[in-house]
């Protein structure tokens, strides 16, 4: 099967780590073009991976015949002319957060891809595709924990720009929780409310950080959000569900804490894999990466003889029930 | 630049791993061909892949034209001979432990690659990939918590076949620590010690299990691990390492923890790219996968939309400082 | 200096709770009465103590010259009734909370007690005396969080009787947060909204469970609660302080809970006594209760020779680098 | 029934520290009397407390008449003369450990309270008392784990002074985890190995620490401690318990962690009294101390009033769906 060659629209910090993504850790997939009104940026970036190329236009580049599909990560303003124009050329799209500016904006781009009769755009809420968060949403569908009939959500940066005003946490930061609100429910919401409590002194003057939200959903249950772009710690994000018969936290880095019957707690993996899937898929995409340039990066066939060297005298002392010293030729006499 | 092409070599449990990582995760590689005694197995899963030949005989499957690199997952008995054959053909390989059965044989494969001039052989000791021990390592490395004095291991899985005897406990299990602890010293093992506490009643006559090694480092410095492979709960394996200003635990599924100076704690993510870096991984490899197959797997135009219904309700909110009722197109009206 | 002689009112679940506290486990004190509307459980209770009457008027009980000081646990509805004479007699007294059934009522027994020109009166809000409730106050007294913007609380209990109806939960369950917030703040809540989502079918029909509390502060700030009073989980209760530089959080089963400024984690004791004090103060409560029956409760001279016999072959160990046999007269030589 | 009238015989840290123990915070115990061969140090202790003697000798203190019952927390040296004389005036005696210096002169204290007939003598091993050691225990016989086959300790102190040596470390840190094995298994250690790993450079010359004990037990089973007395943290100990079907660990600050059957975690508390007891205890002694000064110590009537107040504007706006404003009097009109 062809690798699916893919063009990233707007190659600012999000766009940047995107294209690096799916030049270097996406698996069936090539990055082949990239596009930003700062075309110095854009070339810079371009270089770095070989045989990408820098496209001024970013409609040429959602046209250009050599792009299969495309990922936008410019500025919400340009969004839905470029949303536009991918459903023009038929071209999937993953597009970041927010879909557009507005809800009516949006509304115009969820009729156009319905007119098409075929779903070709992707929104990048991204909690979704995290791990804790997948195994919260697996956990309440299975209805262990019953309805669920609360949530708490936590989302802090410990700083943002001073243009960062506070629509902008409304419509940048609380956007995800919003989404994870309503595809934990399953629910629209209804109703909202913006606190404003006394903002911390750390913030420019007129922006109103920390908010505190509260969702009420179209199944009755409700949600309240934190957000605090100004936090000073550093990037928190957390998320508890309360249903009738138990709890469940995820983002305390504790993978799913829940607590039910008389017991708090979470689960020990099965085996090696679950625990080391991750070191797995590293070990081999940096094997791979340096074989690519004719070297390893990992223990190498010495590490290999002084652990047997070492589990020969193991097993040794296992049956003889004393300590036994190990017996390997010095380094220097194989390797020089 | 070309995808490397990589044969794996058996495929149980660990090779049929590796072998959907290589085809499915990996970028820049792509599997070509498996190799398996059982060449029922091997044609099934060479199957499952598409375009991926099954190869009766290991040594035809190295010696291949179209075989760049060799994943090597079969029974440690069969290394040696698999090794000399990916030394003989200039192939890089990735062994999984162990290197060969006992450490004579392991050092002639040291030689022969020395002979060679060139690494081509990497060991599968696939924790020092782990992000867990990878930091610990960078941890003690920085000399923030003074030397390194002792390690405490912990090496646990719920339960082992029944063939899984004493020496296999330590060749297969307890080897992981063995290069844990030489890695993370920088410095080889001179003496070991491997206790026989009373065994647990649930494991096979005659098989001593859990086992408690004591190892003594060239530097000095030791480490204990416990090796308990039918511990019944599932799979545990941490590692606490004690400096001379503080000590540092992982494993607990807290990534780092550390105590110094009257503290205990770990790090709080700078940004959403280290919290959410796998997300965002997930997030694309899973939009490749589907628009591979002509659809989208995740939130659709419509998620956007509603998002910007809520928000632009919540600046609102914030503005009027009241609950604000949220406006949206019922979805049967849009989308039929 | 004379024990303290004190009187409980109501023995109840809680106030039969407090009776043994102050017979068994608070120095300087000595229960002498207990009155109850239930003359068979006021009597079977005094009967476990010895030396304590059980009287019949609670009215009686606080005018009586031999009680000094009296605990209030009676029902909310008589603790009016009963402070007053507390006052009239010029009893210093304990009241559980709260403090009467309303406002206006607790306003005239503010203004009686003022009158009066003299404290006697402290209400039962516990929390204030949680080490980890006070160790976080004192956290956030010290400025080092910055200003606190935000309360975040959760009061969850497992189940409790049908008869605990909506505004119980407010009255009885959510004015323990009510009174927390004040003094975590030092400051008056001027607005409070009680949000009501959907409840739990796990309770009885009508009953508004759980809820969802919002506080305005005098200063600006802001708290939530969220009261479960049938979680079916058990008894949770957290509190969670944002300040402008960094957040706190208790309840979670590990004392205080920081995050800043890039780590997130807690305390490691000084020393034992900080860690081990409890033990200690259980170790000489059980022994003196243990004496006083003639016994002892806990580690005998035996445990102490054999711990001395393991210490002296350490030693030899230590000193000789070899494990070293244990050597003991066995016990039934000496002890028979 | 009349106060234990209780001497403490030297009041270093831990003898004054438990003097204050006996005289404000044990219930049914009178400290009467304190010695210390340093008698300055004796008596500035005996004048805080007020009607207390200092006594020049301890066996003076012993023998006196209104002295019922003795803690010992003088040097170790003195413990075999000072315990000899307890038993010869049939004082129940509460020693520090180690019983006596070595394992001959213990033998005899063992010997002759024996012949004495009666348990007068109990040692200072404290964490038998501690919560979370008692829950290990309790856990452990319940057999919920299986038979336990190995603990693994760690024994921290920030710092000791200069003059700890080595083999203070064994007879003085060490002791401990010697009887907690002793006690956890219910057996007798009957082998012992301390090992020496490389010392920390922040230790004083010659002095071996940290140490690595194995323990191997009558039963067959063995444990494992860490004892590093300069470990530059703070105070840390932890005891794990392996058993065969589970295991569970104290000391992390979470109570009793266990992990079993695929999962890990704790007990959520049944209802407050478990969670807030030791709080109550607390507000009750201090609500006691202060109404011996004639104050309170807690929350005053005004407290009372203004829950009251946020109540009942609470309850309104539960039943009316909307915030309610909270209506009180200011402080200054009702109490100027």
Same mark, same amino acid.
Not at 33 to 51: E, I, Q, W
Not at 66 to 91: M, N, R, W, Y
Not at 146 to 165: E, K, M, Q, S, Y
């Given at each position: 099967?062809?690798?699916?060659?893919?063009?990233?629209?707007?190659?600012?910090?999000?766009?940047?780590?995107?294209?690096?993504?799916?030049?270097?850790?996406?698996?069936?997939?090539?990055?082949?073009?990239?596009?930003?009104?700062?075309?110095?940026?854009?070339?810079?970036?371009?270089?770095? $991976?070989?045989?990408?190329?820098?496209?001024?236009?970013?409609?040429?580049?959602?046209?250009?015949?050599?792009?299969?599909?495309?990922?936008?990560?410019?500025?919400? $303003?340009?969004?839905?002319?470029?949303?536009?124009?991918?459903?023009?050329?038929?071209?999937?799209?993953?597009?970041?957060?927010?879909?557009?500016?507005?809800?009516?904006?949006?509304?115009?781009?969820?009729?156009?891809?319905?007119?098409?009769?075929?779903?070709?755009?992707?929104?990048? $809420?991204?909690?979704?595709?995290?791990?804790?968060?997948?195994?919260?949403?697996?956990?309440?569908?299975?209805?262990?924990?019953?309805?669920?009939?609360?949530?708490?959500?936590?989302?802090?940066?410990?700083?943002?720009?001073?243009? $960062?005003?506070?629509?902008?946490?409304?419509?940048?930061?609380?956007?995800h929780e919003v989404d994870v609100a309503r595809w934990l429910f399953g629910a629209e919401i209804t109703r909202i409310t913006v606190h404003a409590p006394r903002p911390s002194g750390l913030v420019g003057e007129g922006v109103q950080d920390p908010q505190l939200a509260v969702f009420e959903m179209a199944n009755g249950a409700m949600a309240d959000v934190e957000v605090f772009v100004n936090c000073q710690v550093g990037y928190e994000v957390r998320c508890e569900a309360v249903g009738e018969k138990g709890n469940a936290t995820i983002g305390l880095g504790v993978d799913v804490l829940t607590r039910r019957a008389g017991h708090w707690g979470g689960v020990v993996p099965d085996d090696f894999r679950v625990r080391f899937g991750l070191a797995y898929d590293l070990e081999l995409q940096r094997w791979v990466d340096a074989v690519a340039k004719g070297t390893i990066d990992g223990p190498a066939a010495w590490d290999g003889y002084a652990a047997a060297a070492v589990c020969t005298a193991g097993v040794r002392s296992l049956q003889e029930g004393r300590p036994v010293e190990v017996e390997m030729v010095p380094r220097s006499e194989v390797l020089g």
């Open positions: 099967m062809r690798d699916l060659r893919i063009g990233v629209v707007g190659v600012g910090m999000m766009g940047a780590d995107h294209a690096e993504r799916v030049a270097r850790r996406i698996s069936g997939a090539r990055l082949v073009a990239v596009s930003d009104p700062d075309m110095d940026r854009a070339g810079a970036l371009a270089a770095t $991976f070989g045989d990408v190329r820098a496209i001024d236009d970013p409609l040429a580049l959602i046209g250009d015949a050599d792009v299969d599909a495309v990922v936008i990560a410019s500025p919400g $303003f340009a969004h839905a002319e470029q949303l536009t124009a991918c459903l023009e050329h038929a071209k999937p799209v993953l597009c970041e957060k927010p879909l557009t500016m507005d809800a009516e904006s949006s509304l115009r781009v969820v009729e156009a891809e319905h007119k098409l009769g075929k779903q070709l755009i992707q929104v990048g $809420f991204m909690r979704r595709f995290d791990p804790e968060y997948a195994a919260l949403k697996e956990l309440l569908d299975s209805g262990e924990l019953g309805r669920t009939l609360l949530l708490h959500n936590v989302h802090r940066n410990r700083t943002v720009p001073a243009t $960062f005003r506070s629509e902008m946490i409304v419509r940048d930061s609380l956007v």
